[in-house]
């Protein structure tokens, strides 16, 4: 998948990649790289002013600075900044009237804090429309430079250090980390003292190993790139010990608790900061091998990247169960809680927030410039303009680490916490249940299927991973047929999730349920299809979705009284994997069946013929 088929606003840099794919161009790309279309000219030449000397001769022409209103700026930029801010409309403002409406008109009940959740809602579009402008002006252009010129500067080890690097930090940009740190506060340490002890006391360790996990498989996925290894073994290889660990884990009733965290974790890792900015690397260093325009180019990465984060999350809380006991853990919480002194102002909101989000943004940005100018020693090229993204970025994450603390979680965590009202009697709410159990209960699985297929739908990505997928398998997949395999799928694998919660069925099961299935359909389908389908999972893991999907299911964990509220996120994940595969093996078959339909009459006539001869 191209690095922004994850990434809404980047049209062109999808087709490129497509492009480089199936071999077709657009006419306006050939234009562009022939230097045609339309004529451009700076502003500047057109106002400038004439200097003359004492006999009124011309000596030089300066620059005049353009004198406008604030009405007239206001003109200027106003298409600009509201196109952007109804990108992010769109995709939230749905997923937030769909759960309003739910409480308002299924469980009856009113919005807490409405105001509150409507600027914290408000907060999040802001912030993400600052965010994503930033990225695509500040940071990308980091990743595109490096790029392009790391692998002619440097060896080979030296440029997969810099990409495991770059892995690193890039997940510690991520929007949705925040969301997965907050999740730990509504962990109870008596319930789930591992999962506690990973949210809380080794939230940072958490971070830096789901980063270094990433960074692993940038470095697999660019060997890929360079050596042009099929995608296949590579799933198999990465499946079978996190596989293995999983069912370790499972077996130890304690260790148990965590593993819907650790699955979870894969779809955080693949946002709109890590796939762009470690892909562009990637394929900079195969396109630098000559090896650029092969059809692997944007492909693997995503994969890996969900798949490796939880094998070394796995294998973090294996190392905390070796040197620490539950009793441990609840006895040093304890101690804390006694001790605990009244936290300082960055500890508190919206202190917090702001700190948070200009320590995810702030070193990557220093490492991405040390290794320019320390390693390659190159200058960075229209810098104030990369300066203002990189502004607009740390500003966009400190105002969307606002308003997912008051917006996207509160509402998230109120919606899941009433749901169960809707099938079973919950301590408040005299009325509960407020249907039958069978009714409440298809009620709650409905609300879950929709808010999956909504999430989906709204997510910009994944119309550019359905142009791409298109042209990939010469139109035997549809864009259309794509977009509704994958909502598909996540509306499954929310619904299984809540599934999960009301019955407390154990997660490894279905996990292994899920992926087995998964890997029979990917042996009996071919490269292409499966190159979409386990990337297709990517695109369910936006900054949107995540927050809401973890909210919801800790608010309905804590309703229905559940140890903890994780695995939603990775049921939602597995479901388009499957659906995707399913989808390409019926797209192939009808394709071939079409194909013996066509030949069928010709074959008929011909014997015919030979009978009247």
């Known amino acids: 998948m191209s690095a922004t088929s994850l990434v809404g606003g980047t049209e062109d840099y999808t087709h490129q990649a497509a ?6 161009y657009r006419y306006i790309d050939f234009e562009r790289s022939l230097g045609g279309g339309a004529p451009a000219v700076s502003a500047r030449l057109l106002s400038q002013e004439p200097e003359r000397d004492a006999a009124g001769r011309i000596v030089r022409l300066r620059a005049a600075r353009p004198s406008l209103t604030p009405r007239e700026i206001a003109q200027l930029f106003q298409p600009y900044v509201s196109q952007r801010f109804l990108d992010q409309f769109k995709t939230v403002a749905p997923l937030a009237a769909y759960l309003v409406l739910f409480q308002l008109l299924i469980l009856r009940q009113l919005v807490q804090d409405s105001w509150l959740i409507t600027g914290g809602l408000l907060a999040v579009i802001l912030g993400l429309m600052f965010f994503m402008e930033g990225l695509k002006l500040g940071l990308m252009p980091f990743g595109t430079v490096i790029g392009s010129t790391l692998p002619r500067k440097s060896s080979l080890p030296v440029v997969l250090i810099i990409t495991l690097l770059l892995g690193i930090g890039v997940t510690f940009a991520e929007p949705a980390i925040s969301a997965l740190k907050m999740a730990g506060q509504n962990v109870a340490v008596e319930r789930a003292p591992y999962l506690y002890a990973l949210l809380n006391d080794w939230a940072g360790t958490l971070v830096l190993v789901v980063g270094v996990s990433v960074g692993l498989a940038a470095v697999v996925g660019t060997l890929r790139f360079l050596y042009g290894w099929s995608l296949k073994p590579l799933i ?21 608790k965590a593993l819907g965290l650790a699955w979870d974790t894969g779809g955080v890792t693949t946002g709109p900061v890590t796939v762009p900015l470690v892909l562009s690397l990637g394929i900079g260093i195969a396109a630098a091998a000559g090896k650029g325009d092969s059809g692997l180019s944007g492909f693997g990465i995503v994969t890996l990247a969900s798949l490796v984060p939880v094998g070394g999350v796995l294998l973090l809380l294996l190392y905390v169960a070796s040197i ?33 989000g200009i320590r995810a943004i702030l070193p990557l940005v220093v490492f991405l410039f040390l290794v320019l100018s320390a390693l390659l020693r190159e200058k960075l090229p229209h810098r104030s303009e990369i ?43 005299a009325d509960s249940p407020l249907y039958v159990y069978a009714v409440g209960l298809s009620l709650a699985l409905l609300f879950a299927f929709v808010l999956g297929f909504g999430a989906t739908v709204a997510e910009p990505a994944l119309n550019a991973l359905g142009i791409t997928a298109e042209q990939l398998t010469n139109g035997v997949f549809k864009k259309r047929t794509l977009i509704l395999a994958v909502s598909t799928g996540v509306a499954f694998g929310v619904a299984l999730g809540l599934l999960k919660l009301i019955f407390d069925l154990p997660l490894v099961y279905m996990i292994l349920a899920g992926y087995l ?42 309703a229905t009284h559940a140890v903890e509220g994780f695995g939603i996120l990775s049921m939602a994940s597995i479901g388009p994997i499957i659906t995707v595969l399913l989808s390409g093996l019926w797209s192939r078959y009808r394709t071939g069946a079409q194909a013996r339909a066509a030949r069928t009459p010709i074959t008929a006539n011909i014997k015919t013929s030979e009978v009247f001869l």
């Open 387 to 429: 300066f203002l993204g990189i502004a607009f970025t740390i500003i966009g994450m400190c105002i969307f680490n606002i308003g997912l603390t008051y917006g996207l979680s509160k509402l998230g965590g109120s919606a899941g916490g009433l749901v169960p009202v809707a099938f079973m009697e919950v301590a408040g709410f």
């Open 19 to 24: 492009a480089r794919m199936t071999g077709k």
């Open 517 to 558: 299935l998964a890997l029979v359909l990917t042996v009996v389908s071919s490269e292409e299809f499966v190159n979409v389908a386990w990337d297709s999972a990517g695109v369910t893991t936006g900054p949107i979705t995540v927050p809401l999907v973890l909210a919801m299911g800790l608010g309905f964990g804590n």
């Open 324 to 356: 620490l006991s539950p009793e441990q853990i609840v006895a040093a919480h304890a101690a804390q809680a006694a001790a605990a002194a009244a936290p300082a102002w960055y500890e508190r909101s919206p202190s917090l927030e702001i700190v948070s």
């Open 236 to 256: 198999y290889l990465t499946l079978a010990p996190v596989l293995a660990l999983t069912v370790y884990a499972a077996l130890r009733p304690e260790l148990a």
